[in-house]
């Protein structure tokens, strides 16, 4: 731990359509996606980081803020870095030896120019913990069009803390008749191939990835599948 982990969204990828005039509502409503992870802190200070992005193909990028609550009351800072329009990332300094030990359920608020928000929760352990928590590939969005496409989800962990479990990696809010096949499970490394079927319904979704280790480590993110 000790040094900033930086959680990066990549660029969205176009591989279909989408109707031009449906994108009015889609910028008008979206809600900025979260990359949030718990985190351990035991002898050294550490700092992580929480991502926030908001970018729609074809929309204008909005201002994004990130708040966090249920910190230490003592030892834990906040600085908001980073701020471009529609990403925004929020560094946790976490002083060893400042704060008081004890698990803490942090809730991280990501909220656009025009009020649309999203909320995620982690723990942040101090004391006797020394995790090392799987970090999630960068995650992107996809826009679909009528042809199946298929992309790879991958979770890693420094200290080989997965295990063979369901739980190790769940890819939920996924359209109807889409797919998550297994490929890789080591104690260092999972990955799923996901399949949207070009049959499947039109809309968007806001896909739910939480990665999980066997000593209590979870990473959350989120993306954005658009169904033309």
């Not at 201002?63 to 009351?73: E, K, Q, V």
Request: proline share 6%; net charge neutral.
């Amino acid at each position: 731990m000790g040094s900033i982990n930086r959680l990066v969204f990549v660029a969205s990828i176009v591989v279909g359509v989408w109707p031009s005039l449906a994108w009015a509502s889609i910028c008008d409503t979206q809600a900025p996606l979260l990359i949030v992870s718990s985190q351990d802190v035991y002898q050294n200070t550490t700092s992580y980081v929480i991502a926030a992005r908001e970018r729609v193909l074809g929309c204008t990028p909005e201002t994004l803020s990130i708040r966090a609550a249920g910190l230490p009351h003592m030892g834990g800072q906040t600085h908001l870095i980073n701020t471009t329009a529609g990403e925004a990332q929020l560094e946790i300094l976490v002083v060893a030896g400042t704060a008081p030990i004890g698990v803490y359920n942090v809730t991280y608020t990501a909220t656009d120019s025009m009020g649309n928000s999203t909320t995620a929760s982690s723990q942040l352990r101090i004391g006797p913990y020394n995790n090392q928590t799987p970090t999630l590939d960068p995650i992107g969005d996809y826009v679909v069009g009528p042809e199946t496409v298929s992309f790879t989800i991958g979770l890693s962990d420094l200290d080989g803390g997965l295990v063979r479990s369901p739980e190790t990696l769940v890819v939920d809010g996924l359209p109807n008749g889409a797919r998550v096949d297994f490929t890789r499970a080591t104690p260092g490394r999972v990955a799923a191939r996901v399949t949207i079927p070009g049959s499947a319904a039109r809309g968007i979704y806001t896909v739910h990835i939480r990665g999980q280790d066997r000593d209590g480590g979870v990473t959350l993110a989120q993306m954005r599948i658009i169904k033309g």
